[in-house]
């Protein structure tokens, strides 16, 4: 009887054992998954961060791994994650182990702050962004503001093409490059090329912004030709 009693102790350590195990190897898909998502995406928002110059930056990722992944086998190599454009708030991505042939999608919330410039007082259509017009806040971006614009240099000497509220992140369809040609405009027309330079009164026959083509008529020949802003009442020539 005791014998029996220690073979059936023995039996229910090694299935313990053996169950442990089980769970511990679904468990480390799991956290395998987890740690190359938060990897991946660290990784981007760090690219993102130094090509941006984000100031301030600060972020959090929370990984939900599917409950399928405990079904999945260890990848004996780190499993291949689908590449994408910087991405805020609720992400998507697909993650594979080819050698095991499996593959499934892994959801995260990332949350990232910044210090941004933005606009201290609301801007309608048709405004120019000045310096006064700009100061700095640390806010917390959404999934939709991924074109903000992160330098004032971006910013200032822009004109704006829709409304724009104060305190918010300033996206760059927002902003147009400001009108240095209008219609009717007395310019002053250069022409350089290679040691050549020459500059002529001409009429602007219609407006544009820096380095859009435009029509003027040069009033010392009286010929119209095609030039292209360079700044405020001066238009140049390509040859």
């Known amino acids: 009887m005791m014998l029996l009693k220690r073979l059936m ?3 229910c350590g090694l299935m313990s054992g053996l169950l442990t195990l089980f769970v511990q190897a679904e468990t480390a898909t799991t956290a395998q998954l987890e740690i190359r998502m938060r ?3 660290t990784k981007e928002l760090k690219q993102w961060e130094a090509y941006a110059q984000v100031k301030g930056m600060t972020h959090s990722i929370n990984v939900r791994v599917p409950s399928g992944a405990d079904k999945l086998a260890l990848c004996p190599t ?3 994650i689908n590449s994408a454009d910087i991405d805020f708030g609720q992400v998507q991505r697909k993650l594979s182990c080819p050698s095991k042939g499996w593959s499934l999608y892994v959801r995260a919330k990332v949350q990232v702050s910044a210090r941004l410039p933005v606009l201290n007082r609301v801007m309608k259509r048709g ?3 000045n310096g006064k017009d700009v100061t700095w806040m640390k806010l917390a971006l959404k999934g939709s503001d991924k074109e903000v614009l992160t330098k004032v240099d971006d910013i200032i000497g822009r004109q704006v093409v829709r409304k724009l509220h104060r305190f918010k992140p300033i996206k ?3 902003l ?3 009108v240095l040609v209008k219609i009717g ?3 002053i027309i250069e022409a350089k090329s290679q040691g050549f330079y020459a500059k002529m009164p001409g009429e602007a026959l219609e407006s544009g912004s820096e380095g859009e083509a435009v029509r003027v008529k040069n009033l010392s020949s009286g010929k119209i030709i095609i030039a292209y802003p360079t700044s405020k009442g001066k238009v140049a020539t390509r040859f």
């Open 9 to 11: 102790l023995i039996a």
């Open 39 to 41: 990897q991946v995406l």
């Open 78 to 80: 780190l499993p291949v």
């Open 127 to 129: 405004e120019l962004v």
């Open 172 to 174: 760059a369809m927002y």
């Open 176 to 178: 147009s490059a400001p």
């Open 185 to 187: 405009d007395k310019v």
